[in-house]
């Protein structure tokens, strides 16, 4: 049964390589033309989705994606806040950093404060806006958590503690891609050439500092000459997939067939993929937060007899029994009644949206972390002390 499902599947496979896909162009205009045809060189994996550059908290604003890429610069810790809410920086690891540079800008401003102790109140402060920007991600916990423990054990004056943790967001977002590549390494394994893979909303450059959760051992199994389709989902309401992922992938040249939300059924049924691979907010002892409509995608893989992996740093996984609640973030009706602005629903329709769902453990079949790749029996002997 296996064997013949495997078989179908690969003569499926190996048509969709033989579908042409194109590069994106024509992404650039006007003022941001010169800059842009330098950044058009660049592949996904030589960008930075959130930098420290000059004082500042740079990143990308991946609001105007696919259309411009473009950069927005924040000095103020309420601004990134704001900015993590508005999904101009999205995607929980890419949401930690951002998080972890906004309090090393709160710290910047304190540094001039003359005690200790007046200084941390304003990080805490800082902390608590920063906390409220969005509930899921774990990561934006654990890297507010990182920063503050850094500031309450050095023993400095403010305007040192200050640098110290501008230096630690900083180490932060390295570790962030280290920890990507090896995700990439452990998880390439996973593939073998000819592979079609779903994914489901955006786990790559833009969803961290750099190279991807769920998309990097799709990157490395390329760059390891197997040749991989990646099968991307639309993502309602926001459209991740849509518009992010299709653009990584097209930018770096990696054949990608974007699908709605609602044909990851049938093109599993169909052997059109063979192998699911997606990111995660949160993963807990009992349940993997993600984006909304991964656990359809965990139910349908379990019934088609296809791997469903999850990928993920340490910095993701809340494994504590104190962290086992989940607060799944509910984001206004809007993004379901309307697309692009426009009203698609009767005027007045209820609308509700949970950006996140909870898929049981037991329908992963290995999660992949930059420890390795884990059974999901074994993620608190794995990953204790997170
Ligand atoms: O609402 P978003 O775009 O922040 O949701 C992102 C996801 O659900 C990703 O799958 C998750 O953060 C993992 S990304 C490496």
């Given at each position: 049964m296996r064997h013949r499902k495997g078989t179908v599947a690969l003569m499926l496979c190996e048509w969709q390589f033989s579908a042409p896909f194109d590069?994106?162009?024509?992404?650039?205009?006007?003022?941001l033309q010169t800059r842009a045809s330098a950044l058009q060189l660049l592949s996904m994996s030589e960008l930075r989705t959130v930098e420290w550059v000059n004082g500042k908290v740079r990143m990308i604003d991946q609001t105007r994606l696919p259309d411009k890429l473009t950069y927005v610069t924040y000095s103020d810790y309420r601004q990134v806040a704001k900015a993590i809410?508005?999904?101009v920086v999205r995607g929980a690891p890419a949401i930690?950093?951002?998080?972890?540079?906004?309090?090393a800008l709160a710290?910047?401003?304190?540094?001039?404060?003359?005690d200790k102790e007046q200084f941390m109140r304003r990080l805490q402060a800082a902390a608590e806006v920063l906390r409220k920007s969005r509930p899921t991600a774990w990561n934006l916990f654990w890297a507010i958590d990182r920063v503050l423990g850094k500031a309450q054990t050095t023993k400095e004056r403010p305007s040192e503690v200050a640098s110290r943790l501008v230096e630690e967001a900083q180490r932060i977002a390295e570790e962030d891609i280290e920890a990507n590549r090896k995700i990439g390494e452990h998880g390439a394994a996973l593939f073998e050439d000819g592979d079609c893979v779903l994914t489901h909303c955006n786990t790559g450059t833009l969803a961290t500092v750099s190279y991807g959760t769920a998309l990097a051992p799709i990157r490395t199994a390329i760059t390891q000459g197997k040749r991989i389709r990646v099968f991307a989902?639309?993502?309602?309401?926001?459209?991740?997939?849509?518009?992010?992922?299709?653009?990584?992938?097209?930018?770096?040249?990696?054949?990608v067939t974007l699908i709605v939300d609602g044909a990851v059924g049938?093109?599993?049924k169909k052997g059109m993929v063979r192998k699911a691979i997606v990111g995660a907010d949160r993963i807990t002892t009992k349940f993997v937060a993600n984006k909304v409509g991964t656990y359809m995608i965990a139910l349908a893989a379990q019934a088609n007899g296809i791997p469903f992996y999850v990928a993920a740093p340490s910095s993701t996984f809340a494994l504590r029994p104190e962290q086992s609640e989940v607060k799944i973030e509910e984001r206004s009706p809007q993004e379901v009644t309307h697309i692009g602005g426009k009203r698609i629903a009767p005027k007045?329709?209820?609308?509700?949206?949970?950006?996140?769902?909870?898929?049981?453990?037991?329908l992963v079949t290995s999660f992949v972390t930059e420890k390795g790749v884990i059974e999901p029996g074994m993620l608190s002997a794995r990953l204790s002390g997170q």
């Open positions: 590069v994106t162009k024509g992404n650039f205009t006007g003022h809410k508005d999904m930690g950093v951002a998080a972890a540079m906004g309090l710290a910047n401003d304190a540094k001039g404060t003359a989902t639309e993502t309602r309401p926001r459209l991740q997939g849509a518009k992010l992922t299709t653009y990584e992938l097209l930018r770096d040249r990696i054949p049938y093109v599993m007045g329709v209820e609308a509700f949206n949970p950006a996140f769902d909870l898929t049981p453990i037991e």
